[in-house]
C-alpha cells in the first residue's frame, strides 16, 4: 500500500490565517525592501564590473592569507579571497578597476604575473567591465517585469482579473522575499540569480495556478457558498498535490545543491528558498487577494448543495 | 479518454522511440560516435563554453577613436583642397565630430565651399544597394565653414569596421590554430570571439588586443629631438615614444612613408649574425619601389618602423634594400617576434578594439562541472523515483516510465537542435525532473478524488485525466512565459536554461497528455481494475 503522506479530506481553515498571514507577509516585504535599500545586494560582477578569477592551487591547500596579502599589495582596490569548492581553490574578486572599459584587463595581467602560472591553474576568468554591467542589470531587470506583465495578462485572459492581480501579488511577494533573502545571507547576486528569480517566478505560478483552476471550478459548483469556504476548500483538495509537488522539486533541488558543485550552490540556494515562499504565497497570498478583491460578494449567504454542474 | 486508436498509438511510441535513438550517441565517447557511419545518428549534445571550456570574449570597437581618426583625416584633406585652391583660411581644427575653419576674406567663401563639396562624397554602403549616404555636412556661416561627421556615416563607417575588423580577427586567431573558434557580429558595434578548448588566453588577448598599425618613417631632419622636447617639434613632424622603454623617443616625420598594408608576408625568425628573434617581412611589387627609393635615397639616415604610435626600431639606412624585403630587429622574444609576424599577415584593425566582457573557464572546471552536473541529475532523478514509489505504487511506476522518456526526450531534442548545453542548463533539465512529476500528481490525485466520489475505476480515471489536464495545460503555459523571459533577454549561459526549461515544459505536455494516458490505459485494459490502488 503506498505511502500516505497527506490525510485524505483535510479541513484547515487556511482563510481565517489569512487575516493573519497577509500582514505578516507585508511586514516581510517591508523587511526586505528595508535590507535591500540599507545593507543592499552583495553584487556580483555581473552587475557591477570588476574580475573574478577562480584558481586552483598545485599545492594540497591553497594559503588564502598568502594570496590575500601578495594581491593586496598590488593596488587594485578592493581584493576579495576565499575558499570556494574543494580546499586547494580559491576565487578572487577584484573590483571594478578605473579606466573605464580597457582598464578591467589590467586587473587579470597583475594577478596572473604576481600567482604565476606553474603554481596556480586559472580555472575561471570573468571580467565584466561597466558598460556590459550596467546593459545586463537592465535586461535582469527588464526580464523580470516583462514575466510579470505576461503572466498577468494570460490569467486575466483564462480566469478574471481577481485572479490576474492576486497572482501577480503573489508573484511581487516571492520577488521581493527573494531579494529579501539574497539581502540578508549576502549570496553573490548575479546573472544566475535573476536566473533563479525568474525560476521561482515560474515555479509560484505554476503552484498558484493549480490553486486557482479548483478555485474556479468550485466557483461553478458551488454558486451560494461564502468566498472563505470556497478557498479552503479549494486549497484543501489540492493540498497532497501541493506538497507533494513541493517535495519532488525540493528533491531534485536538493541533489543539485549537494552535489551539482559549487559554481551553482548559490543559484540553488535561492530556488530551494523559492520553492518555499512560492508554495506559501499561492495559500496565503494568492487566495485571499480573491478575497479583498470581492471575487464573490461576503455576503452570499445560504448554502445550498452543488449546484448543478 | 483512455481510448487510443492504433494509428495515435503507433505515432507515441515512435516520437519517444525517436527521441531515445537521437540522445543515445550521448552515452558514447566523443571519438566513438564520430566515427560511427553517417546514417546512424551520430550527433552529441553541444556543451557551452561552461562546459568543455574556453574563452568568451566580447569586443567593441572603439567609436570615438574612430571618430577622432576620421576627423583627422578630414582636416588633412581641407588642409590640402584649400592649399590647392588657393584660398586663405585661419583656425582649422577639429573637435569630436565637427571639423572647423575660418576664412581669411568672406569673398572666398563660395569658392572655398565648392572645393570643398567634393569631401562629403557620398560613401557607398551595403553590397547590394546602391544607395549612399553622405558622411560629411558642409555648412557656411559668415566666414566660418564647418564640415561635420554626421551619424548615418559614422554608422556607416562603425559597421564596415565591425565587418573588417571580423576578418582580420579571423585571420589572426586562425593561426593560433585553434579548433573551431567562432567570431560574430553582436549588435552594431561589437564582436563575440569564443574559442573553445583555449585555456590560456594571454596570446589570443595579446593577438586580439594589437591594433597592428605598422608605418615605416622617416627621421626628422629640420630640427633636433631636443629641441622638440623642449618646445614643440616642427612642421609635419612629431616625437615618437620607443616601444622598449631601454631606447629613447625619436623625432620623425608626421608622414607614414609606407604602411603595413603593402606587406605580403611576414615570418619570425632570427638574425644570422646575432642570432636575435627578428621578423622579416616582404612588401608588394608598389611598396617594393617605394621603400627601394625611399633607402636609395636617404643612406645614412634614419628611418622608425612604428607599430601602433610606438617605435619598434629605428635603423639607420647603410645600403639600399631593392629586393622588397627586410627585417625588424627590435627587441623581440620569440613568442613577441611570433605574435608580430601574425599580426602583420593579418593585417592591421582599421579602429580600436576594446575588451569588454570575458568569460574563460579552464577545461578541468568544465569537466568538473559536467561531472558534478551528472551526479546531480541521476541522484536527483533517483530519489525522485524512489519517492513516486513509495507515494504511489504502481502508478509511481507509471509515473517513472513517464518521466525516463521525458528526461530522455529532452535530451534528444537538445541533441536533434543542436542546441547548445550549459550548466545551468543542466540545472534545467535537473529542475524539469522535479517539476515533470507535477503533472502526474495532477492526474494521480485528481483521479484519487474522483474515486473518492464514488465513481468506478475506469470512471474515475477517466475523470481525473480530463479534468486534470486543463490544469496542467494552464500551469505549463504560465511557466512557459518565464521560461520564454529568460530565453529571450539571457545571454550565454542562462539562455541555455531557458532553452532546457521551454524543451522541458514541452516534453512535460507531452508525457502528461499522451504518455501517461497511453500507459494507464494499457493497464485499464490488459487488467480490468475494479478498484485504483493509489
Redesign the interface.
Known amino acids: 500500500m503506498p505511502l500516505r503522506l497527506i490525510p485524505d479530506e483535510t479541513k484547515i481553515p487556511f482563510m481565517r490565517y489569512a487575516p493573519l498571514a497577509v500582514p505578516t507577509s507585508l511586514l516581510a516585504m517591508v523587511a526586505s525592501l528595508t535590507l535591500f535599500f540599507v545593507v543592499g545586494l552583495n553584487l556580483g560582477i555581473d552587475f557591477k564590473g570588476g574580475t573574478l578569477i577562480e584558481v586552483q592551487s598545485s599545492a594540497a591547500e591553497a594559503d588564502i592569507g598568502g594570496i590575500r596579502s601578495q594581491l593586496g599589495a598590488l593596488g587594485l582596490g578592493d581584493v576579495e579571497v576565499q575558499g570556494f569548492g574543494a580546499p586547494n581553490e580559491v576565487l578572487i574578486r577584484i573590483e571594478a578597476q578605473p579606466g573605464g572599459e580597457a582598464g578591467q584587463q589590467g586587473a587579470v595581467k597583475a594577478v596572473q604575473d604576481t600567482l604565476g602560472f606553474s603554481d596556480y591553474q586559472y580555472r575561471r576568468v570573468e571580467v565584466v567591465g561597466p558598460k556590459v554591467s550596467g546593459e545586463l542589470a537592465r535586461t535582469g531587470t527588464i526580464a523580470v517585469l516583462v514575466t510579470l506583465i505576461g503572466v498577468l495578462l494570460y490569467i486575466w485572459f483564462r480566469f478574471e482579473w481577481q485572479f490576474a492581480v492576486g497572482a501577480v501579488a503573489a508573484l511581487i511577494h516571492d520577488v521581493v522575499l527573494t531579494i529579501g533573502f539574497f539581502s540578508i545571507v549576502q549570496l553573490e547576486f548575479n546573472l544566475s540569480s535573476i536566473a533563479a528569480i525568474l525560476t521561482i517566478v515560474g515555479y509560484s505560478l505554476n503552484d498558484t495556478v493549480v490553486v486557482y483552476d479548483r478555485v474556479r471550478e468550485t466557483l461553478r459548483k458551488f454558486k451560494q457558498t461564502a468566498i472563505t469556504d470556497l478557498l479552503d476548500l479549494a486549497v484543501n483538495q489540492t493540498l497532497s498535490r501541493t506538497i507533494l509537488t513541493s517535495l519532488t522539486t525540493l528533491i531534485a533541488l536538493s541533489a543539485l545543491f549537494f552535489f551539482g558543485g559549487a559554481v551553482i550552490r548559490s543559484f540553488t540556494a535561492a530556488m530551494i528558498w523559492g520553492v518555499f515562499v512560492g508554495t506559501y504565497s499561492s495559500i496565503f497570498i494568492a487566495a485571499p487577494m480573491l478575497i479583498y478583491f470581492k471575487l464573490r460578494p461576503a455576503a452570499a449567504g445560504g448554502s445550498v448543495g452543488p449546484a448543478k454542474a | 479518454m483512455l481510448y487510443f486508436a492504433r494509428w495515435k498509438i503507433a505515432l507515441i511510441a515512435l516520437t519517444v522511440l525517436a527521441a531515445v535513438i537521437v540522445a543515445v550517441p550521448n552515452l558514447l565517447p566523443a571519438s566513438t560516435a564520430a566515427s560511427l557511419p553517417s546514417w546512424l545518428p551520430h550527433k552529441q549534445l553541444v556543451l557551452g563554453l ?1 562546459l568543455r571550456g574556453g574563452a568568451h570574449l ?1 569586443l ?1 570597437v572603439e567609436r570615438d577613436s574612430l571618430i577622432e581618426e576620421r576627423a583627422e583625416t578630414l582636416v588633412s584633406d581641407v588642409r590640402q583642397t584649400l592649399r590647392a585652391e588657393r584660398i586663405g583660411y585661419r583656425n582649422l581644427r577639429a573637435k569630436g565630430q565637427t571639423v572647423s575653419l575660418t576664412l581669411r576674406d568672406t569673398a572666398d567663401a563660395e569658392k572655398a565651399m565648392t572645393a570643398l563639396r567634393p569631401l562629403a562624397n557620398p560613401i557607398p554602403s551595403g553590397l547590394f544597394n546602391q544607395s549612399t549616404v553622405s558622411e560629411v555636412d558642409l555648412a557656411l556661416d559668415g566666414d566660418r565653414i564647418t564640415a561635420t561627421l554626421n551619424l548615418e556615416g559614422l554608422e556607416e563607417r562603425v559597421r564596415s569596421a565591425v565587418e573588417q575588423s571580423k576578418s582580420v580577427l579571423e585571420r589572426r586567431i586562425n593561426e593560433l590554430g585553434t579548433t573551431e573558434p567562432t567570431i560574430q557580429r553582436e549588435g552594431t558595434d561589437r564582436i563575440l570571439v569564443q574559442v573553445p578548448g583555449l ?4 596570446r589570443l ?1 595579446d593577438i586580439i ?1 594589437q591594433t597592428a598599425k605598422m608605418t615605416f618613417h622617416m627621421e626628422c631632419s629640420d630640427g633636433s629631438l631636443g629641441e622638440a622636447l623642449q618646445s614643440r617639434p616642427p612642421a609635419g613632424c612629431e616625437i615618437a615614444e620607443p616601444a622598449d622603454e631601454a631606447d629613447g623617443p625619436i623625432l620623425i616625420e608626421s608622414r607614414a612613408r609606407i604602411s603595413g598594408d603593402d606587406l605580403v608576408d611576414a615570418q619570425p625568425g632570427f638574425d644570422q649574425r646575432s642570432n636575435q628573434p627578428i621578423v622579416s617581412f616582404r612588401f608588394n611589387t608598389r611598396g617594393a619601389a617605394v621603400f627601394g627609393n625611399l633607402t636609395q635615397d636617404n643612406v645614412g639616415r634614419r628611418f622608425a618602423v612604428v607599430l601602433d604610435d610606438k617605435v619598434i626600431t629605428a635603423p639607420v639606412i647603410r645600403s639600399p634594400i631593392l629586393g622588397g624585403s627586410g627585417q625588424i630587429e627590435g627587441s623581440f622574444t620569440v613568442e613577441s617576434a611570433q605574435n608580430l609576424a601574425v599580426l602583420l599577415r593579418a593585417g592591421a584593425l582599421p579602429a580600436d578594439l ?9 577545461p ?2 568544465g569537466q ?2 559536467i561531472d ?2 551528472r ?3 541521476l ?3 533517483a ?2 523515483i524512489v ?2 514509489l ?4 504502481l ?2 511506476i507509471f509515473a517513472n516510465l513517464a518521466l525516463a522518456a521525458n528526461i530522455a526526450m529532452v535530451f534528444g531534442i537538445l541533441t536533434a537542435l543542436q542546441a547548445t548545453l550549459t ?2 542548463g ?2 534545467g533539465i ?2 524539469t ?3 515533470a ?2 503533472a502526474n ?2 492526474i494521480f ?1 485528481r483521479i484519487r ?1 474522483e474515486s ?1 466520489l464514488g465513481r468506478t475505476a475506469i470512471n474515475a480515471i477517466e475523470a481525473g485525466f480530463s ?1 486534470a489536464l ?2 496542467i495545460m ?6 512557459l ?6 530565453f ?4 550565454g ?2 539562455r541555455g ?2 532553452v532546457t ?1 521551454v524543451i522541458g515544459i514541452m516534453t512535460t505536455i507531452f508525457t502528461a497528455f499522451l504518455l501517461t494516458r497511453l500507459i494507464v490505459a494499457t493497464w485499464v485494459r490488459s487488467s480490468r481494475p475494479k478498484s485504483i ?2
Open positions: 561552461d566580447l567593441q585555456e590560456d588566453t594571454r588577448k588586443g576594446t575588451i569588454i566582457e570575458e568569460r574563460t573557464v579552464g578541468s572546471l568538473d562541472s558534478a552536473g551526479i546531480a541529475a541522484i536527483g532523478m530519489a525522485v519517492f513516486m513509495l507515494v504511489y505504487g502508478f509511481g550548466l545551468p543542466i540545472a535537473v529542475l525532473i522535479g517539476m512529476v507535477d500528481v495532477l490525485e478524488e473518492k479534468r486543463g490544469t494552464d500551469a505549463q503555459i504560465t511557466t512565459i518565464a521560461a520564454i523571459a529568460l529571450a533577454l539571457g545571454s549561459p542562462i536554461f531557458g526549461l490502488p493509489i
